[in-house]
């Protein structure tokens, strides 16, 4: 049976559509509807059956994928993982700060508004030397995919770098305290290869909107990104969740 993730689960006010579907997923999942390794129905049967569109079913594999409960593989559907995620099997949700759902979310809240908001500068601000460095990054990340601790460097490298290229010291000094806080974070949410893989992914479309120097692009890329990691431990810390932890 798959590891048991919630024993049901309660529809909050603020979740979105594609986190309220990644919940729904994750409970029939836990429920044993679908086994270790099994595949999971086409995007096509899944929207059918909860009444939505394909970007936000997507975006709930994506969380699900992000956290380890599914595999997504490029042109052959889901499946649910073969092995329990290690989230499943560690007590490191609950330790340092950022140890509720509500200081999660609330931290994720921020980078969301400010990130978002540093990125739409950084495309108009950004010059190609800083632009070129960006890049090497990305590939570096492309590369260190495996490597949890390599990868969580390049990582924060990335957003540290973005800060720096949006040329506005105010606001870069308040995100390298955000930003401290999550590297530990970062280095535990990309344990899992098919989290590394969607986080290059999600970088390369924030650096096609620097190449374009395009604010609306930047800003529009960097939630959609940010999100995968809030949707992601929206699910993780459900209340019955942390319970069967404990």
Known sequence: ??????????????????????????????????????????????????????????EAL????????????AGGGSYVAEQPSAYLTSRWLKTGILKSREAIMEFADARLILEAEVAALCAERITDDELKALEELVGQMRSAIGSAEEFAQLDL?????????????????????????????????LLLREGMEQSVAQHTKILEAFHAHSPARAREAMRH??????????????????????
């Open 62 to 73: 994506t969380s699900l994928a992000f956290i380890g409960l599914i595999r997504v593989r």
């Open 157 to 189: 490298a990335f957003h540290i770098s973005i800060g720096k290229a949006a040329k506005n010291e105010i606001l870069n000094s308040v995100l390298l305290g955000i930003r401290e806080r999550t590297r530990d974070l970062i280095a535990k949410s």
């Open 1 to 58: 049976m798959v590891p048991k993730l919630v024993k049901g689960f309660e529809l909050l006010s603020r979740a979105t559509l594609s986190e309220r579907v990644a919940r729904r997923l994750a409970a029939r999942i836990a429920a044993g509807e679908w086994q270790r390794g099994e595949k999971l129905p086409s995007e096509a049967q899944l929207c059918s059956a909860f009444g939505i569109g394909r970007s936000s079913l997507r």
């Open 225 to 246: 990104h940010l999100q995968s990691f809030q949707r992601g431990y929206s699910v993780l810390f459900e209340e019955h969740l942390l319970e069967d932890e404990l």
